[in-house]
T-cell receptor, first 111, second 114 residues
Framework: TQLLEQSPQFLSIQEGENLTVYCNSS?????LQWYRQEPGEGPVLLVT?????EVKKLKRLTFQFGDARKDSSLHITAAQPGDTGLYLC???????????FGQGTELSVKP | DTGVSQDPRHKITKRGQNVTFRCDPI?????LYWYRQTLGQGPEFLTY????????KSRLLSDRFSAERPKGSFSTLEIQRTEQGDSAMYLC????????????FGPGTRLTVL
């Protein structure tokens, strides 16, 4: 069974601080996705990482895929209140088309 | 707006009633997925279709749940004899068989069973 563990589960920081969210597994994934979800809405895709060691940047967000394709991280520089939300990592299952999600990291950025 | 719509956005029902949700995916996407998300958790896979064929069902999908995609476009998810444990956000996502890793989610249907 493929599982993804996210840490931390909750993060409350002040505007301007940096943070890193981790997504770990004992299984290899063909790709990992990061989503952001606001209350009462569906997840919105931020990025897909495919190659081991890959780094992608999206403005102040930096995503990295581990060399062994078992883990990923999301780093936010100079967090802003607009970054508040639930961040989800998801891996493409090696059995069919479904995504396997981590339990999410609830981020709160206070002004 | 991802281009995926779901209806209704909210549904409150009494235990034992049947409910049906609808998902309209992005028109050129041949894959459609259903997930369920409870408070404080990530989405859990329920089932998916490629065109009109249902290719996989999770163990989570009890015999009270049924999903259809009759013409390979919109899909419906029906829950019969609802239970309080069915209360959750039901999410629909779509993608293509050529790029199965990338899925676009709708806004979800929030079900509350009283």
């Amino acid at each position: 069974t493929q599982l993804l563990e996210q840490s931390p589960q909750f993060l409350s920081i002040q505007e301007g601080e940096n943070l890193t969210v981790y997504c770990n597994s004992s299984s290899v994934f063909s790709s990992l996705q990061w989503y952001r979800q606001e209350p009462g809405e569906g997840p919105v895709l931020l990025v897909t990482v495919v190659t081991g060691g890959e780094v992608k940047k999206l403005k102040r967000l930096t995503f990295q895929f581990g060399d062994a394709r078992k883990d990923s991280s999301l780093h936010i520089t100079a967090a802003q209140p607009g970054d508040t939300g639930l961040y989800l990592c998801a891996g493409a299952s090696n059995q069919g088309g479904k995504l396997i999600f981590g339990q999410g990291t609830e981020l709160s950025v206070k002004p | 707006d991802t281009g995926v719509s779901q209806d209704p956005r909210h549904k409150i029902t009494k235990r034992g009633q049947n409910v049906t949700f609808r998902c309209d995916p992005i028109s050129e996407h041949n894959r459609l997925y259903w997930y369920r998300q409870t408070l404080g958790q990530g989405p859990e896979f329920l089932t998916y279709f490629q065109n009109e064929a249902q290719l996989e069902k999770s163990r989570l999908l009890s015999d009270r749940f049924s999903a259809e995609r009759p013409k390979g476009s919109f899909s419906t998810l029906e829950i019969q004899r609802t239970e309080q444990g069915d209360s959750a956000m039901y999410l629909c996502a779509c993608g293509t068989s050529g790029n199965t890793d990338t899925q676009y989610f709708g806004p979800g249907t929030r079900l509350t069973v009283l």
